[in-house]
């Protein structure tokens, strides 16, 4: 099974500034991985697919960057509807997710 | 507009069944793979199963296989999960999710249905 580390398992940042997460697999993907959000209470929300394919709606400060084990997800002038927790999932093999990454307010 | 809403979920014994079922609107069903995802209470996303878009190709997750079984009726646009064999490390909201074409990306989600499994 590919295993999906993320980093850091929480990130403190103000509003307005940019937050990066990290997501590594254990063996390549190629760009076969999607990034996610989740707010309490409710289901996921599909981000990024493609490594770097913005789904539909999703507004462009988010962005997507990465192949193969390294792949990273940026999101830039962080808004309040922001901060959330969010999920890189493989699907070279299977569909394994990370995780997550808690964006906090600083 | 997209709509998924699961039933069938609530409190089951150790060793007992449930079948969760996911009814859904506002897309050709029958177009798309779906799947069902998992959450643990204060945990992460796990896999469960996916079945194709005309159901001649099912899989499951390692949590799934020999317990669970994946099915659709694409007449009455709903998805189902047959649970057996339940154990307490099945508690979870079950998620039914739609499948974006060609890769296991979920793109639509349900708003889940809480599975308890105690004695």
């Known amino acids: 099974e590919i295993v999906m580390t993320q980093s850091p398992a929480t990130l403190s940042v103000s509003p307005g500034e940019r937050a990066t997460l990290s997501c590594r697999a254990s063996?390549?993907?190629?760009?076969?991985l999607a990034w996610y959000q989740q707010k309490p209470g409710q289901a996921p929300r599909l981000l990024i697919y493609?490594?770097?394919t913005r789904a539909t709606g999703i507004p462009a400060r988010f962005s997507g960057s990465g192949s193969g084990t390294e792949f990273t997800l940026t999101i830039s002038g962080l808004q309040s509807e922001d901060f959330a927790v969010y999920y890189c999932?493989?699907?070279?093999?299977?569909?394994?997710f990370g995780q997550g990454t808690k964006v906090e307010i600083k | 507009e997209v709509q998924m809403v699961e039933s069938g979920g609530g409190l089951a014994q150790p060793g007992g069944s449930l079948r969760l079922s996911c009814a859904v609107s506002?897309?050709?069903?029958?177009?798309?793979?779906m799947h069902w995802v998992r959450q643990a209470p204060g945990k992460g996303l796990v896999w469960v199963s996916r079945?194709?878009?005309?159901?001649?190709?099912?899989t499951y997750g390692d949590s799934a296989k020999g317990r669970f079984t994946i099915s659709r009726d694409d007449a009455k646009n709903t998805l189902y999960l047959q649970m057996n064999s339940l154990r307490a490390e099945d508690t979870a909201v079950y998620y039914c999710?739609?499948?974006?074409?060609?890769?296991?990306?979920?793109?639509?989600w349900g708003q889940g249905t809480l599975v308890t499994v105690s004695s």
């Open positions: 506002g897309f050709t069903f029958s177009n798309y793979w």
């Open positions: 063996q390549s993907v190629n760009t076969n």
């Open positions: 999710a739609r499948g974006v074409v060609g890769a296991t990306v979920f793109d639509y």
């Open positions: 999932q493989q699907y070279d093999n299977g569909g394994t």
């Open positions: 493609w490594a770097t």
């Open positions: 079945i194709s878009s005309d159901g001649n190709i099912i």
